[in-house]
């Protein structure tokens, strides 16, 4: 049986701000929460509304995995429901939840379950695609329930995207696909964030050419690319970890070296409908994950992107770092460090690396993955 394990860690941030004065962005209470079970992946994949919080442990059960539903308003987050895998291996490889609905994903075959919300978590639907051949790794649900997912093929060593939309109350069909080339190699995994009628699809690519972010638009009869981004230096795992919200689009990938991630922020001009680099890039502190093909997670909201740290040797108990949009007195906008999110002396293990940032409204989740051992979410309600 796994035990949840809590543990209470107060804590108070702050920020320095250098516009003359000092301002202070204060973290109300933080907690843990582990799953007690060794090398299930605890964390892999975290999503957050406004009643709810889900996370996934893929390698549960003997691989076949489980996801386990909190309280987000409960000030301790006692489980509400664990669910076990109905049908493929490594539920939970990804989650993502709005108001009504919680999408999961799994693998070895790929299918998509949607749950309810609400107590008793009712599963409505489940899609299969592909066989045994898709790996699908990144889900997402806008507010009107139109879902995508994207997985790789490595039979064809290609990255898709499907789209599916509503049709009824609790149905969906499939609306539309995208295929990218070079999108598949092992450990690579692409991304894909939906906001409103906006999809952005992250492919970190074989080749240089192909690692890139797409964008697309819902035009009402189909979706059409309106815009496809690139790093323009030669990183790797460019679109590792994206994230879109409203006007603004997050990129995470590595230098060339491995040694530092590295951050990319966009706008979208109004006028000619396509994405901007604002502010220049973002570095954040330490190392990555040695190892890993993941770079550094990220998020956005409240105008402040996240992103999560994984230097065990100098940041061992910083899990993100949050950054703000300043104009200088140039008028250049600069992205400034503002504020960290840190665990207080629960150092980082040497097996594990914290990969996922979801921000949503005044909830930060950051997961802290262990390839071996006991991974763990913090959250912090700003």
């Not at 396509?274 to 998020?299: D, F, Q, R």
């Amino acid at each position: 049986m796994l035990t949840t394990n809590f543990m209470m860690l107060s804590i108070c941030i702050t920020l320095f701000l250098f516009l003359g004065t000092h301002h202070a962005l204060q973290v109300q209470y933080s907690d843990k929460i582990v799953s007690g079970i060794r090398n299930d992946l605890f964390g892999a994949s975290v999503a957050a509304n406004d009643d709810v919080f889900v996370v996934g442990a893929p390698s549960d059960y003997n691989h076949h995995g489980s996801i386990t539903i909190y309280n987000s308003k409960a000030n301790t987050s006692d489980a509400l429901v664990k669910i076990k895998s109905p049908g493929g291996m490594l539920f939970g490889i990804a989650v993502a939840v709005n108001k009504d609905f919680i999408v999961v994903a799994t693998q070895s075959p790929s299918y998509v379950y949607v749950y309810s919300t609400k107590a008793p978590y009712t599963r409505y639907k489940a899609w299969w695609k592909a066989g045994y051949w898709t790996e699908l790794s990144s889900i997402t649900i806008n507010d009107d329930n139109t879902v995508a997912v994207v997985g790789n093929t490595y039979a064809d060593h290609q990255a898709i995207v499907y789209v599916y939309k509503q049709t009824g109350a609790t149905s969906w069909k499939q609306d539309t696909y995208m295929m990218f080339m070079g999108g598949a190699d092992i450990g690579e995994h692409p991304t894909v964030s939906l906001n409103g009628n906006v999809l952005a699809a992250g492919i970190p690519g074989s080749e240089y050419v192909t690692r890139r972010v797409h964008v697309y638009g819902d035009t009402g009869s189909g979706w059409k690319e309106t815009d496809s981004l690139s790093a323009h230096q030669d990183v790797w795992y460019y679109g590792g970890s994206i994230k879109l919200q409203q006007n603004r689009l997050v990129a995470s990938a590595r230098t060339q070296d491995g040694i530092k991630d590295l951050v990319f922020v966009y706008t979208l001009d109004p006028t000619s409908g396509k994405w901007v680099e604002e502010g220049g890039i973002i570095h954040p502190p330490g190392g990555p994950s040695m190892g890993s093909k993941l770079p550094a997670g990220v998020s956005v909201c409240k105008d402040l992107v996240f992103v999560s740290v994984s230097d065990r040797d100098t940041y061992p108990d910083v899990v993100a770092v949050v950054y703000k949009r300043v104009v200088d007195d140039s008028g250049n906008v600069v992205w400034q460090e503002y504020n960290t999110l840190t665990t207080r002396h629960d150092p980082l293990l040497s097996d594990q690396y914290n990969s996922v940032v979801n921000c949503n409204g005044d909830k930060v989740l950051v997961a802290r993955t262990s390839r071996h051992g006991v991974g763990a979410v913090y959250r912090f309600n700003l």
